[in-house]
């Protein structure tokens, strides 16, 4: 082609280039991770800039050297919070307008029907997915083992009236289909699965639980200390509780005073007779009580914690905040500060990049070691590789001991940042002594003893493997984001160039053998559409063999390439007919 000609093409050469990197994915993003320096640095002058009463009563309180802040992000379409700790994000949280948060909320359902099998029940609560509700979650709660209870506040005459506890067996007669039931959902629709609901309720305040079908009153043996177990016992036998309920203290309830738990209880009943009200009225399937949105629950959420500032960006969601955290704390509401700068908020924390990283399969550690993460279907791995820290020093025990202490400090805020549930499998690189095999099992528990989500830990194994199991409420963070690849269907590979140019030889030599048969003396002419990568191998690399083919059967190939079709995708048409061979 000469300098004209080229020149004369130029705007349908750009408008060719734009359709070939539309038809590819876009480049990955690869910002250079930020150290944990300069984050906490970062993190240090925000803390510097605090108002001078905050700084002065967190001297007096002697609190740890850390600085904890909530950052919400307010969009149209989604709200993120994101909490970091001197700077490293440690949470993130996402809430769209099109999520329905049904974990913890309480629905008047109908009951489908009961598989004897599954030994459970399918109720209608008005979504496309019937809910499931197992047998065991039909009956009342056993103890709790987490919860020590201190009183029980029962009915007056109960005794009396109830005959023996109903079991298993009379599930079916006691809730035939067709029966009205109200349900709470304690684990969302995840992948295919309808929601996970129990008949047994709860519902949260900020220091205690309200479970109003359960007379139990306990405290979380999550608090240690004997003197406030003590101090605590002896507040729950004094506050006024309706017959019939009972309360849990949370964890966060430790060392507040007295008046803050019977406000607490307060908003508690009152938030439950509106709920029976609705229990009364409202015609199955209803919801009769749904979670607050992600800026209210942090809300309630940052009140029960140690948190030094929230910065939101939006005017609405600052002012609704202010509002609800000077109901129950008027001297937490000077912590929470608008953002105005023109650089959106997450940019300018660097929460931006830091996300970015979450999603990546491979994260790097401090010390030149990597993590490797991938989910299943059954199951999390993560892989813990030495990487470029294999060669750094003689003393290789204490690099291995040293990458693996890193690892599992990164894979316990990863597991918390992509909210990963489930069984996780945990591959640490090998330690031959016993006592660095504990020191990280230990590390581990401690890291992950500060997680919301109930977790169970086992020991590292003989293979070297540890293996956990976290609650799972709803889908991790990463299926939220993403959807599985329709182009390789979720598998993450496609056939190679070779395994098509094999598999449409195949297919060739069985068209052209049944044309062959028909013995009617015609030459026939075939077409072949398939993409461009395949066509490329099959000019270059197998040439002769489809030269071979033409002669043997005594049909010709002609070829149609397209890179709009799919890769594993072919097609053999007759030239003269159109008649499609499969």
Not at 184 to 191: E, L
Not at 312 to 336: C, H, P, Y
Not at 527 to 540: A, W
Request: charge should be positive.
């Amino acid at each position: 082609m000469n300098d004209q000609q080229s020149n004369s093409g130029a705007p349908h050469k750009d408008a060719a280039r734009i359709e070939e990197e539309l038809a590819n994915p876009p480049p990955q993003k690869h910002s250079e991770p930020l150290t944990s320096e300069q984050l906490k640095n970062e993190s240090k002058e925000r803390a510097a800039d605090r108002p001078i009463l905050q700084k002065i009563l967190s001297i007096f309180r002697k609190e740890k050297g850390t600085f904890r802040e909530l950052v919400i992000n307010s969009e149209p379409l989604e709200k993120r919070v994101a909490l970091l700790v001197d700077g490293t994000l440690d949470r993130f949280e996402i809430e769209r307008d099109s999520d329905n948060r049904m974990v913890g909320g309480i629905y008047k359902g109908r009951i489908k029907n009961l598989d004897p099998g599954l030994k459970a029940a399918f109720v209608d609560i008005g979504y496309n997915k019937n809910a499931f509700l197992h047998y065991w979650d039909m009956l009342p709660a056993a103890a709790d083992s987490s919860v020590e209870v201190v009183r029980v506040n029962k009915k007056k005459g109960a005794d009396q009236k109830q005959g023996a506890a109903p079991t298993v067996k009379d599930i079916p007669s006691l809730y035939p289909p067709g029966s009205e039931i109200v349900i709470q959902v304690t684990k969302g629709p995840i992948g295919t699965k309808g929601p996970r609901t129990t008949t047994n309720l709860s519902l949260p305040g900020r220091y205690l639980i309200l479970t109003p079908f359960s007379d139990g009153c306990g405290i979380s043996r999550k608090i240690e200390d004997p003197t406030e177990r003590k101090r605590l016992k002896t507040l729950i036998n004094e506050l006024t509780i309706p017959e019939g309920m009972g309360v849990i203290v949370r964890t966060a309830g430790e060392g507040k005073k007295p008046r803050y738990f019977v406000r607490d209880l307060h908003l508690l009943l009152t938030k439950w007779k509106e709920i029976q009200r609705k229990m009364d009225t409202d015609r199955a399937p209803a919801c009769l009580y749904q979670e607050p949105d992600i800026v209210e629950r942090t809300v309630r959420d940052f009140l029960t914690e140690d948190i030094d500032r929230v910065l939101i960006d939006n005017e609405a969601d600052f002012k609704r905040t202010q509002e609800l955290v000077s109901q129950i704390s008027s001297r937490s509401r000077g912590k929470i500060a608008y953002y105005k700068e023109s650089i959106p908020v997450f940019e300018r924390y660097n929460i931006e990049r830091q996300i970015e990283q979450t999603f990546q399969r491979r994260v790097t550690l401090p010390s030149g070691g990597e993590i490797v993460i991938d989910e299943t279907e059954a199951l999390i791995s993560i892989d813990v590789n030495t990487g470029s820290h294999k060669s750094r020093s003689g003393d290789e025990k204490n690099t291995i001991f040293q990458v693996n202490m890193e690892a599992a400090v990164e894979i316990s805020r990863q597991i918390r940042l992509r909210n990963i549930g489930g069984l996780v499998i945990m591959d640490f690189i090998d330690m031959k002594e016993r006592r660095h095999r504990n020191s990280v099992y230990d590390k581990m528990v401690e890291l992950m003893s500060e997680d919301k989500a109930k977790t169970h830990i086992l020991p590292i194994s003989q293979l070297g493997i540890m293996q956990m199991t976290r609650q799972r409420q709803q889908e991790s963070l990463s299926a939220n984001i993403y959807t599985g690849c329709p182009y390789c269907r979720g598998r993450a590979v496609v056939k190679s160039a070779t395994t098509m140019s094999v598999e449409l030889q195949r297919k060739l030599s069985s068209v052209a053998r049944r044309l062959q048969a028909r013995k009617d003396g015609r030459e026939y002419a075939l077409r072949v559409h398939v993409h461009p990568s395949i066509l490329e191998r099959l000019r270059v690399e197998d040439s002769e063999l489809l030269v071979r083919i033409e002669k043997t059967y005594g049909i010709k190939l002609a070829f149609r390439a397209d890179p709009n079709y799919h890769v594993e995708n072919f097609k053999i048409i007759n030239a003269m007919t159109n008649e499609e061979y499969r």
